[in-house]
């Protein structure tokens, strides 16, 4: 009898962790999705290189505020809209994280159409730092000395490749800062990832749908009139977008954040690869320095936060 107590003690407590072990799984498996999407985007938005930034930027507006809301209708979702925009504070937060996002979004494809992958990964690079620097500012977040070491390392790389290229690397400090800002928001905003990219989009939808019926009156519009693989690409943009989104939420709610912090990484690496293995854009040993100084600061604060991480798991309850 006491054995067969025992037993069935056994398999309760064995259940939980196969459940934990599972739901892990599927979190890593969700967020390392959507950093490989975001790494491989510059591969998608190469089909559209004949197709000016500005317009790429509506269409994916457009399209990604389509699907979303089919999406949320599906998921019996729509209502969260409302109730969001009620809270106080909501519907400012999301005006000001739209105009972000789209300045993000319209960067990204810029550079993109303009060979400047590299300058891409750069941005996403720095990102997290620029995110740590924000925590000071604006959140009064206080670092330790590693993570101030991790600081003053990204910012002597950003010094070297200002003095290296003779200008400030605009195009990686523009997506980092509007990134960073857009992240900040979002982070204060009491709503959730989807509803509040619904409700950012339906912000902006105006904006890109009046440009799109200018551009189609002007003669100058692609989609219906630059082959059957643009005017794919142009409407799969919304999924493209709306996909890892919710990936990365539905990933980043189910490992612990140090892990998140860490893969994020994997996307400007990606992003890197594609500039160099398959745009052949130049990568310069001078360009590489500064590189090397930002990689250095990125491994000091990863690891840092692994073992912050380690320690608060070490630590009594």
């Given at each position: 009898m006491n054995d067969l107590s025992s037993s069935r003690a056994a398999s309760a407590a064995a259940a939980p962790a196969s459940t934990h072990v599972a739901l892990y799984k599927?979190?890593?498996g969700a967020t390392v999705g959507a950093f490989a999407i975001w790494g491989l985007f510059p591969?998608?938005?190469?089909g559209l290189t004949s197709v000016p930034a500005l317009e790429i930027t509506a269409h994916r507006v457009v399209?990604?505020?389509v699907f979303v809301l089919a999406w949320m209708a599906v998921r019996g979702d729509l209502g969260k809209l409302s109730a969001a925009i009620a809270r106080p504070g909501v519907?400012?937060?999301l005006a000001a994280s739209a105009i972000l996002v789209s300045v993000n979004w319209l960067a990204f494809v810029w550079a993109i159409n303009e060979n400047r992958v590299v300058d891409v990964s750069l941005g996403y690079y720095i990102n997290p730092l620029l995110n740590v620097v924000l925590g000071i500012l604006v959140l009064s977040e206080r670092l330790n000395r590693t993570?101030?070491?991790?600081?003053?390392?990204?910012?002597?790389?950003?010094?070297?490749?200002t003095v290296e290229t003779g200008q400030l690397p605009w195009i990686a400090l523009t997506l980092a800062t509007s990134f960073g800002l857009y992240g900040l928001i979002r982070k204060t905003a009491s709503v959730e990832a989807l509803p509040g990219l619904a409700i950012e989009m339906i912000l902006l939808v105006p904006f890109a749908v009046g440009f799109l019926i200018w551009c189609e009156m002007k003669g100058?519009?692609?989609?219906g009139h630059s082959g059957l693989v643009v005017d794919v690409l142009l409407v799969a943009s919304g999924i493209v977008t709306a996909v890892p989104l919710f990936l990365f939420s539905y990933g980043a709610r189910l490992i612990?954040?140090?892990t998140v912090g860490v893969l994020q990484y994997l996307a400007p690496s990606m992003q890197l690869a594609c500039a160099v293995l398959v745009f052949g854009e130049p990568f310069q040993r001078g360009r590489a320095v500064g590189f090397a100084l930002i990689w250095a600061a990125l491994i000091v604060y990863a690891c840092d936060g692994l073992l912050r991480a380690r320690r608060q798991k070490l630590s009594p309850a």
């Open positions: 599927r979190g890593f591969l998608y938005l190469y399209w990604s505020c519907l400012t937060r993570q101030w070491i991790a600081v003053a390392l990204a910012a002597l790389g950003v010094a070297y490749l100058t519009a692609a989609l612990p954040y140090s």
